[in-house]
């Protein structure tokens, strides 16, 4: 039973694992966003699944908390993505540096 | 192992398995609108089903109330951001993905 709850566990932080993926490749800023939404959420279960496996109730509580940090987080990000970045004129590209 | 943690552990598989599915679209969908849908779907299923494996185990009526809980947090939670996430896109210009014959 605790190998059900260590493998479901190790499968989602395999599959957060993934998701960083999708933030370093995403073209637009609002992938990233995304994939900060797939961490919450997945990161919530992956407290649930131990809270099971440690037979311990102050788990809950803290994917419970995750939770709410994670809507925020949205949340602020979105507020923050919707900022003007620098105009292109001004942008330092590598070769400039040189 | 009785019935109950049989039970338990067909949830956590198929949620799991959503979980998968959740991510797969993440990495393989074309457009950032498509991308929303698979993962804020594909996360809540998820996230409920195993928190419906974890009710079943769960011994006190406070347990239980606190899992709701959780998942609804995360169904309102992931609800909102996913149509922030949307309107901010659409408002910095991305098109939607048009399927080229």
Redesign the interface.
Known sequence: ?SL??QG?AL??VL?IA??L??VLRGP????R???V??FG??G??IL??F??EMED?AY??L??IF??L??II??IF?RY??KPGPPPQQRITVRELD | ?NWI?YLT?LC??I??FF??A??VG??RLPD?FT??HA??KA??L??GL??L??AL?VGSVA?LI??G??WA??L???A???H???H??L??G?KPWQKTP
């Open positions: 039973m059900v709850y479901a499968f989602l599959n993934a998701g993926v999708r637009t800023k609002a992938d966003l995304l994939a939404q797939l959420t997945t919530t279960a649930i699944l809270s099971l109730d809950r509580n994917a419970l939770a709410l994670a809507g949205g949340v979105t993505a919707q | 192992m943690d552990i956590i598989i949620g799991c979980f998968l959740g991510t993440l990495l950032v991308r929303l993962l804020t996360d809540n998820g996230l195993i928190a494996g974890a185990q347990e606190k899992l809980l959780i947090l995360v309102v939670t992931g909102t951001v996913a922030l996430i949307a901010s896109a408002k910095q991305e």
